[in-house]
């Protein structure tokens, strides 16, 4: 017979169980057993061990331990000239990993909660700017029905109309968020002289549109900025 212990990883990552087996074996050839055969015997049966606590949780030993019977009395005997004939395995784990297991578990459970709940945010706002805002009219007809505690809406007397335009003017598909979001990422692709030679461009197409004090106002940082080496020596 051999008696071991050992920690074999749950499923549940950096959390181990605690086992204890007592594996009952013997040698099949003629003569003495070798002095290693009490552990060839422990290793043939940690294999099974190890690959069934693998796939269990540490928050169900009592499981993990029934799980284990079964699949060691299905594969014993097992062995060839250190023939297993009999196993009995025992499991625990201890209280401090039993309440990482369980924080772990909370935590998990809130993410997937703080996540159900920004999709349906999500999904609510859709609704209010795809459909509720489209326009005047939806918006004023949504406001007849009974409010929905779901899917919300506007609070009594809101000003539709600037509900719409807003929704509008700020919906992420909307011509200016777009050409906003596509002058950031050119601006922050070109080099510092360029950004200037543009600026300077911008500021001339504003003077010619009219806007000479939105222009006064770009050619400020501009003009303040100091040259670089490059125009320095020009």
């Known amino acids: 017979m051999h008696v071991f212990t050992d920690v074999c990883e749950s499923e549940d990552a950096g959390l181990a169980f ?3 087996a007592r594996v009952e074996w013997h040698w099949s ?12 015997a422990g290793r043939l049966v940690r294999r099974f061990i190890e690959k069934t606590l693998n796939e269990s949780s ?11 019977a079964a699949v ?5 005997p097992l062995g060839d000239d250190v023939t297993v004939t009999a196993v009995t395995a025992s499991v625990r784990v201890d209280d401090a990993v039993v309440a990482a297991a369980r924080r772990r578990q909370q935590t998990l459970h809130a993410c997937e909660l703080d996540e159900l709940e920004r999709r349906q945010a999500r999904a609510r706002m859709e609704f209010l700017r795809d459909e509720l805002l489209a326009d005047p009219s939806s918006a004023l007809l949504y406001s007849l029905l009974p409010p929905s505690p779901r899917l919300g809406g506007p609070l009594p007397g809101a000003d539709l109309d600037k509900l719409v335009d807003d929704a509008h003017r700020w919906h ?3 011509r200016w ?30 003077a010619t549109l009219g806007h000479h004090d939105l222009a006064a106002k ?7 900025h100091p040259p670089s080496d490059a125009n320095a020596s020009r």
């Not at 770009?218 to 303040?224: C, F, G, K, N, R």
């Open 29 to 40: 050839k003629r003569g003495p057993a070798p002095a290693d055969a009490p552990r060839v």
């Open 218 to 224: 770009l050619a400020e940082p501009v003009s303040q």
């Open 18 to 20: 605690e086992v204890s």
């Open 58 to 68: 540490v928050l169900r030993p009592h499981a993990a331990e029934q799980d284990l």
């Open 177 to 206: 968020v777009v050409t906003a979001r596509v002058l950031q990422t050119f601006g922050e692709r070109i080099t510092e002289d360029t950004a200037e030679d543009l600026l300077k461009l911008l500021g001339a197409a504003l």
């Open 72 to 76: 060691l009395r299905e594969e014993v």
């Open 172 to 174: 992420p598909e909307s």
